[in-house]
C-alpha cells in the first residue's frame, strides 16, 4: 500500500522492543485498520493524530508486541 | 480552615493533580509520536548518555520511543492516578475522623505516644493514623464500606467501586509483581477482572483514559457529596 502524503510504501517499524507499530496518513487510516481487521491482526490506534505545520495528519497504530511484523508488511504489500 | 473549605481545597488539588498527570501523559507521547515522525522523514540524530555511556541513533531511538510510551509511561503515569486517588480517598478520611473521632472512641494507643502529643488534637490524630494505616491494607471495596459506616454519601456507585478495584489490583501488580497478574489479582479485580494468573498485565491506551475519567468522577462525587453533609463555615 502506497502512502498518499510520501508516495512511497507504507512501512511496519520494528525498531524497539514494545512491538512494532505503523505511521499512516490519517486518510488512509480506515482502509489500513479495516485490511488488519481482515487479517485478524491486534492492534491499538492512538487517540490523537499528529500534524506538524500544514502537513496532512498522520494516525499511529501499535501492533502487539507478538505481531508477526514481516506478515502485516506483507498484508501491505499486497495492497496496490 | 472551616471543614468544608478543607475538603474543597482538597477536591481541588486533587481534580487539578489528575489532570496534570494526564496531560503530562498526553504531551509527553506526544513529543515521542513527532520524534517518530520526524525520524521517519528522514531526520538524522544520534543521543549519548554518560552515565550509562548508551549511543542511540534516530532509527534506536525512535524504537524506544515505542517502549517508552506503551510499557513506561503508561505504567507510571498509571500508577500515579491511583496513587492520587489514594492520597485523596485517605485525606478524606482523616479529615472527617479528625472531626468526628467518636467512631474511634474503643481504639487504644500507647501510654507514650499520649505523653509525646501535644494537645488532645494530636492524641486523636495519632488514633486516626493508626486506624487508617491498618485500613490501607484491606481491599478497596473495605474502604468505601468503612467510609459508609462513618457517612452516608451515597456514592460512588457499586459499579464504579468494582472498576476501582479492579484500577487498583492492576496498579498493586504492576508494583509489587512485576507486572504479571497473580491469584491475588484475579480475587481483587473480581469480575473486573482484564487478566487470568500468569498473564502479562497491560495497560492499553483507552483503559488508561477510561481509568482517569473513573478516578476523576469518584472523587469529585465524592468531595461533593462530603462537603454537603459537613457542617457548613462559620462566618
Redesign the interface.
Same mark, same amino acid.
Given at each position: 500500500m502506497i502512502d498518499v502524503i510520501t508516495h512511497k510504501p507504507i512501512e511496519v517499524s520494528t525498531d524497539g522492543g514494545a512491538g512494532p507499530y505503523l505511521i499512516v496518513p490519517f486518510e488512509q487510516l480506515h482502509k489500513i485498520t479495516a485490511l488488519l481487521d481482515s487479517d485478524r491482526v491486534s492492534y491499538s490506534v492512538d487517540e490523537e493524530v499528529l500534524s506538524v505545520g500544514d502537513e496532512p495528519e498522520v494516525a499511529f497504530i501499535n501492533l502487539d508486541e507478538e505481531t508477526d511484523a514481516m506478515r502485516v508488511q506483507r498484508l501491505l504489500d499486497s495492497v496496490p | 480552615m472551616a471543614m468544608v473549605d478543607d475538603l474543597q481545597d482538597l477536591a481541588n488539588r486533587t481534580l487539578a493533580a489528575l489532570d496534570a498527570s494526564h496531560d503530562y501523559f498526553?504531551y509527553t507521547? #506526544?513529543v515521542w @509520536? !513527532?520524534l517518530?515522525? !520526524?525520524v521517519? /522523514?528522514g531526520e538524522k540524530l544520534n543521543f549519548r548518555n554518560d552515565a550509562t555511556g548508551t549511543k542511540v541513533n534516530e532509527?534506536?531511538l525512535? /524504537? #524506544? /520511543?515505542?517502549?517508552y510510551?506503551?510499557?513506561y509511561l503508561m505504567s507510571s503515569t498509571f500508577q500515579h492516578l491511583v496513587s492520587l486517588f489514594e492520597d485523596f480517598f485517605f485525606d478524606l478520611l482523616r479529615m472527617w475522623l479528625a472531626a468526628y473521632p467518636h467512631s474511634l472512641s474503643r481504639k487504644q494507643l500507647e501510654f507514650g505516644t499520649v505523653l509525646k502529643a501535644s494537645d488532645k488534637a494530636a492524641i486523636v490524630l495519632a488514633v486516626v493514623d493508626k486506624e487508617l494505616n491498618e485500613l490501607k491494607y484491606e481491599g478497596l471495596a473495605d474502604w468505601f464500606s468503612y467510609l459508609d459506616r462513618l457517612v452516608k454519601l451515597g456514592c460512588p456507585t457499586a459499579d464504579e467501586i468494582e472498576r476501582l478495584a479492579e484500577i487498583k489490583a492492576s496498579r498493586d501488580i504492576l508494583v509489587h509483581n512485576k507486572g504479571i497478574a497473580n491469584a491475588a489479582y484475579v480475587t481483587k479485580a473480581g469480575s473486573r477482572a482484564r487478566f487470568q494468573d500468569g498473564a502479562k498485565l497491560r495497560v492499553?491506551? @483507552?483503559y488508561h #483514559?477510561e481509568s482517569w475519567e473513573t478516578i476523576k468522577k469518584v472523587v469529585g462525587d465524592v468531595s461533593a457529596a462530603a462537603i454537603a453533609k459537613a457542617p457548613p463555615s462559620q462566618p
Open positions: - | 498526553t507521547k #506526544r @509520536r !513527532l517518530q515522525k !520526524l521517519k /522523514g532509527r534506536t525512535a /524504537g #524506544r /520511543g515505542q517502549i510510551v506503551s510499557v492499553p491506551e @483507552r #483514559r
